[in-house]
């Protein structure tokens, strides 16, 4: 396998010796593994290094590859210029990457270079690695607000397109929970530690199926930064045995990081994690048809139809009378992989019954949501819907009449407005969910705006 052996690091600047002006001492089990994996490296001689770093130039719907032939990078901002480094790129693998992800119509490639320096993600395990090892040529790849199962698939593209005469390893830049202590610099959450626990299990029985089930909001509140490029880097070890070993794992800041190495061994298809996920995924979804709420059902199938058809269906005739008779506002959400895929809505109905306001919004959701791709045919097995029906709304003058549970939420200022549903996963106080709405409109944080709430019976 042309990928020798990948690691997990963390990227602390204060472990660099002429910035943490003695911290570093704090975490010497973290600098000591770190010596030992960059010994490792020089013993591999590797051709290339990748190291994909959630520090580097980040977009929400597309995986940044780092272009040119070369690039430079120092400590500057962490009041430490002195320590510098310059790296070439491995451009010819980098052009095999991009071409594949084309195929295969993964989002990544090198456009859009808006930061051409190193970030700190990246410089702290070269700090380590080029004290004993330089003769390598870098692929760096940022992170992406992709889901999980698509930064495993880029992973696995890398695997299949690095020529076999060539070596490789992989470094995984990434810290773990920010919230580990209530005195660290970001205090403390219940998720941390309980993130930092499965990750270092997941390091101990290599067990990389498991990257791709935590819940996104479980994630947010344990404010970490690396699972990501932890992900990325499984995938390149996708279809193969490991030997994982943890090597360390410390939080005196109140920061987890955590080293590791993983060795492949030989091939195994059980271990296609992201196979495993999306076939869990569909039959779950598959047998939650049989069962389904007839407003989700018809949400369903109207997407269905027009990926299929390219035209809008007919109305069904053997629906309840409810979505016949009667008129509303409606809103569907499309998820994928526990990532929101599209949402379109009508505050107020603009069609002659509920059915067809269901039809409407389901295509517009899936076809012409700009915030997303259209969504194709090889999709449509993993979507789960949500359908929205709105009261009407009434004026309110407070945020003291909101209740995030209860009543969604619209703001105006003049021609501008802007939505938000209630009862949303991740919304915590109705000041964030104004403030979100406020954002949907453009309306900034100084200007008079109006609110009304409304209620919602949402079918899922």
């Known amino acids: 396998m042309p990928i020798v052996a990948t690691y997990i ?25 770190f010596h030992n994996i960059a010994k490792d490296i020089a013993r591999i001689k590797p051709d290339t290094i990748i190291i994909s770093s959630p520090h580097a130039q980040l977009y929400r719907d597309y995986f940044h590859i780092s272009p040119q032939s070369t690039a430079s990078g120092d400590f500057s901002q962490f009041r430490a210029p002195q320590t510098k480094f310059l790296v070439n790129y491995d451009e010819s693998l980098i052009n095999l990457i991009s071409s594949e992800a084309v195929k295969q119509y993964i989002p990544a490639g090198t456009a859009g270079n808006k930061n051409p320096s190193l970030d700190h993600g990246t410089m702290v395990p070269l700090y380590f690695i080029n004290q004993y090892y330089n003769s390598y040529k870098l692929i760096r790849i940022s992170p992406s607000g992709l889901s999980p199962v698509k930064h ?10 690095i020529p076999k005469d060539k070596k490789v390893v992989w470094v995984a830049s990434g810290d773990l929970s920010h919230k580990l202590k209530k005195d660290g610099p970001y205090g403390l959450s219940k998720e941390g530690p309980i993130f930092d626990k499965k990750i270092t299990e997941i390091i101990t029985t290599g067990n990389f199926g498991n990257l791709l089930t935590f819940d996104p909001h479980f994630i947010q509140k344990a404010a970490e930064c690396g699972l990501n490029s932890f992900t990325m880097m499984a995938g390149a070890l996708d279809g193969y045995q490991v030997t994982p070993k943890l090597l360390s794992h410390e939080g005196p800041f109140g920061v987890g990081y955590a080293v590791a190495k993983f060795i492949p061994l030989n091939k195994d298809k059980s271990r296609m994690f992201d196979q495993i996920f999306e076939n869990n995924e569909k039959e779950k979804l598959e047998h939650s048809k049989q069962t389904e709420d007839p407003y989700v059902s018809l949400a369903r199938q109207s997407l269905e139809y027009y990926v299929k058809n390219k035209k809008t269906m007919k109305v069904p005739t053997n629906l309840i009378d409810n979505l016949i008779n009667n008129k509303a506002g409606v809103f569907v959400s499309i998820h994928k992989h526990n990532q929101l895929r599209g949402c379109v809505g009508t505050i107020n109905p603009t069609t002659k019954n509920i059915a067809l306001e269901i039809i409407h919004n389901a295509v517009s959701a899936g076809i012409m949501d700009t915030r997303f791709r259209p969504i194709n045919k090889k999709e449509l097995p993993y979507l789960h819907y949500s359908v929205d029906v709105l009261f009407p709304a009434e004026p309110i003058t407070s945020l003291d009449q909101l209740d995030i549970k209860k009543y969604g939420v619209i703001v105006y200022q003049n021609r501008k407005s802007g939505l938000l549903l209630p009862n949303l996963d991740g919304i915590t106080s109705v000041e964030q969910q104004v403030k979100i709405a406020k954002q949907k409109a453009n309306i900034y944080d100084d200007q008079p705006f109006t609110m009304e709430r409304f209620e919602v019976v949402r079918h899922y």
Do not use: C, M, R
């Open 9 to 33: 690091v963390p990227h602390p600047p204060l472990i660099i010796p002429s910035i943490g002006q003695g911290e570093e001492k704090k975490i010497i089990d973290t600098v000591n593994a």
């Open 152 to 161: 495993y698939k880029l992973g696995k593209l890398i695997q299949s397109v």
